[in-house]
């Protein structure tokens, strides 16, 4: 019965990364026989407590998703860490802040005004906003200063890429961690390969490929066979790790970086921006601007994913 | 000396929940809270986005049903940019719609709140799970209801690019025809839907109702809460998932008001308290606040048993059959036993299977226009989309510059609309369960069956 033990949180997530879990199917109750799940919020029964009373480093992983975007996440993180041999951060959100990372463009106070008081649909004439006033009982946590990834609060292991990963990787990097076969500590469980690389359109890209007009999703029809880019569509395929067998270019829609950088890049989005620069075809400013002007949303396309883990300094 | 009892966390479920509940100095419970500790800030951090590419942000709000998210929000980028799909679109998001409301059904009945009844809420907390539950049913069985649940999935995938993140939507349209390939996929799936559909209700029939001290729970008192009931219909008035009319029936199950989907929040009201990030919805002509604990009548639920409630019936013939038996089971309605939304949910998994069916065999969905190119806005403009996700009605709302840069959005989300309700279910369930200050691992989890038979999605309801 000293089956190693795996532990499975989550902290600011939707529950993808869980759904990936159970998306092992048949694989879930295989690892089941090889090791005890000891504590996994979305489908067992645990409770902290039971949490807090095992030793120190009696875990062998804890697989984290989601972002560190409240004070509970970041004291979870540390009790998971103390426990664990080993931390896996799951998902684009643990690994590189994923959507919520987009919370960096504004304070958390706004966010909690918008939902609480200004939403349209809201009745709040005492302007509450919950956790912000004393009452009794258990208190809510409170959000940090900015989106935090995982490995900004705690020291991370390895890293599985996706919003959400493919079950392929976590099944591998579960069963890597059993067979103790994973590669050096710091490691990405993904492949090294720009997301072109193994994509099915990449026979069609020109010589030189250049832009005269960038195009929004909406307002244009292309062709499913050809590269995006080469049609004007922003894919970030060339500036995204690859591993999800191509998901969103199978649907005929383009890529929008959840897999995160490469090895080597520190970030994304301003990885993302030189490559699409470089594509621009003209050479005085103001037909640039004008091509430049015509990407909606720079800040929330080309840092979609990645915008906690940027260089970018979060408002203050 | 009043005593407090934490459940923390609640588990089988979507997203972070405790439930604290305080006892006074005889033991007896004078508040339990339900209460909901996260908050993401969707509504903020999707300002200033691209409304395009809103399917495909906003279902980042829930990974369990992000293709609820993403269906209404490509129908409320159909209304701001004043387009609608050519009929095989329509279609085909039917098709993707009703495959997902199959397998995420499944998700609860197999992972989250059926292991209470398909094992019984005394089984040892360590096998009140899926892998219990594997080994109570048999390899056999759990491998065809992974496989099947799979076999949904992947008609998602195939056509959306994936069931964890569902990106075919578009305004005017979808991102691709079907190929015949997968529409012949769908339909020798649904075949194999339907039948698991009719063998999970079998179960159901077995294990619950004909088993003395399961179906009592069914009726009993614990789980019982008169409430007004809110879902989407069709025409007719029968159950609808995609489209549709809101109807609302009152406790006594008469029509209170039915309205259009863009109507809704002449109806329907969103409160704050200070002690959890859920908001509380509840009925806006109730006329004053309507907290757990206040005056019943601004309450309302939704969900599937809801939708059964306000329904006239159901356009598929197994399913209809089926819904007709659970109706005659309680000979009253509406239905107002809250265990009775893990019955509704098997007879909406069966439904969702028949549907799945008749969409793959639609004789025009390969027709290979999938798409109404949208013309440009010009002007600020809104759009509203709707639809049934699994756990209630989900409403998005968008206003967006004459760029198509979304200047402000509201989400009013499943959940929220149960969340009096749920509220209300655990503080009776506690009370009627605890007298004397104690406290089992058998009450707790009895506790949380009050709860879990919703099927709760707390990271959709604060979101």
């Keep these: 019965m000293n089956k190693p033990k795996i532990a499975l949180y989550w902290c600011a997530s939707c529950g993808g990364c869980e759904e990936s879990v159970i998306d092992l199917g048949e694989d879930l109750l295989k690892l089941a026989q090889s090791a005890e799940i000891i504590f996994w919020p979305a489908a067992m029964d645990a409770r902290f407590s039971d949490l807090e009373a095992l030793a120190d480093g009696a875990i062998l992983a804890s697989l984290i998703n989601g972002a560190i975007q409240q004070e509970d996440h970041v004291s979870m993180a540390r009790l998971l860490r103390k426990k664990s041999r080993y931390v896996i951060a799951n998902g684009s959100c643990a690994h590189i802040g994923g959507v919520i990372g987009l919370s960096n463009l504004h304070r958390p106070e706004e966010a909690l005004q918008k939902a609480f008081i200004d939403a349209e649909t809201v009745f709040n004439p005492s302007g509450t906003i919950p956790g912000s006033e004393p009452f009794s009982g258990c208190p809510l946590p409170r959000p940090l200063n900015r989106v935090r990834t995982l490995d900004q609060v705690i020291d991370v292991d390895y890293y599985i890429p996706g919003c959400p990963p493919p079950p392929e990787l976590v099944k591998n990097a579960i069963f890597s961690l059993l067979e103790n076969s994973l590669p050096p500590k710091g490691g990405i469980l993904s492949e090294n390969r720009a997301l072109c690389r193994t994509c099915p359109r990449q026979g069609t890209l020109p010589e030189r490929l250049s832009v005269q007009r960038f195009k929004r999703v909406h307002e244009t029809e292309w062709n499913p066979l050809q590269c995006f880019l080469d049609q004007g569509i922003i894919c970030l395929g060339p500036s995204t790790r690859g591993g999800c067998q191509c998901r969103c270019i199978s649907a005929n829609m383009p890529c929008r970086g959840c897999f995160g950088p490469l090895d080597g890049v520190r970030d994304q989005g301003a990885n993302a921006v030189s490559f699409i620069a470089s594509l621009i075809d003209a050479t005085d400013p103001e037909t640039i601007a004008q091509i430049i002007s015509e990407i909606a949303d720079p800040a929330g396309l080309f840092y979609r994913y990645s915008l906690a883990a940027s260089l970018i300094k979060p408002r203050s | ?463």
């Design chain 2, 1 to 463: 000396m009043t005593q407090s009892i934490l459940i923390d966390p609640i588990t089988r479920i979507e997203g972070h929940g405790k439930i604290e509940i305080t006892l006074d100095s005889r033991g007896k419970v004078s508040e339990a809270r339900f209460q909901v500790p996260e908050f993401r800030g969707f509504e903020k951090f999707c300002e200033g986005r691209a409304a395009e590419e809103m399917p495909i942000l906003t279902q980042k709000i829930c990974g369990v049903c992000p293709t609820a998210h993403h269906i209404a929000s490509t129908k409320a980028l159909d209304d701001l940019f004043n387009v609608s799909p050519p009929l095989a679109a329509k279609n085909i998001r039917e098709l993707v719609y009703h495959a997902f409301i199959f397998e995420d059904h499944l998700l609860h009945v197999y992972y989250l709140g059926g292991p209470d009844w398909l094992l019984g809420p005394d089984v040892p907390t360590s096998q009140r799970n899926i892998l219990g539950l594997a080994d109570r049913m048999g390899k056999s069985f759990t491998t065809l209801m992974i496989a099947t649940r799979n076999k949904a999935r992947e008609i998602i995938a195939r056509i959306a690019g994936s069931a964890l993140y569902p990106v075919f939507g578009l305004p005017g349209g979808v991102s691709k025809p079907l190929s015949a390939e997968d529409r012949n996929f769908a339909l020798s799936a649904s075949d194999d839907m339907v039948a698991f559909a009719r063998l999970s209700l079998n179960l159901f029939e077995k294990l619950l109702l004909k088993r003395t001290s399961m179906s009592e729970m069914m009726t009993d008192p614990l789980y019982y809460q008169q409430t007004h009931y809110l879902g989407m219909v069709d025409d007719t008035g029968r159950l609808s998932f995609y489209d549709g009319r809101i109807r609302m029936i009152d406790p006594a199950g008469t029509l209170h008001s039915i309205f259009e989907a863009r109507d809704f929040s002449r109806h329907l009201v969103e409160q704050v308290v200070p002690w959890t990030y859920m908001k509380t919805l509840a009925l806006k002509d109730a006329g004053r606040n309507h907290f757990p604990g206040d005056a019943p009548d601004g309450i309302y639920r939704v969900g599937p048993l809801a939708r059964l409630n306000v329904s006239s019936g159901i356009s598929t013939p197994l399913a209809n059959a089926e819904y007709e038996k659970m109706m005659n089971y309680f000979g009253n309605t509406p239905v107002h036993h809250t265990m009775a939304y893990h019955w509704a949910r098997l007879i909406e998994v069966l439904y969702a299977a028949e549907r799945t069916a008749e969409l793959a065999g639609d004789s025009n969905i390969l027709c290979a226009e999938v798409r109404n190119l949208p013309k440009p806005l010009l002007t600020e403009r809104s759009g509203i989309g709707a639809c049934e996700a699994p756990r209630g009605t989900l409403f998005h709302t968008y206003q967006a510059n004459s760029h198509a840069i979304i200047l402000k959005l509201n989400l009013v989300v499943a959940t929220q609309h149960n969340a009096a309700a749920i509220c209300r279910s655990v503080f009776q369930a506690a009370s009627q369960l605890i007298s004397d200050g104690q406290v089992t691992e058998r009450i707790t989890n009895r506790i949380e069956m009050a709860y879990r038979a919703y099927d709760p999605c707390l990271a959709c309801a604060t979101h």
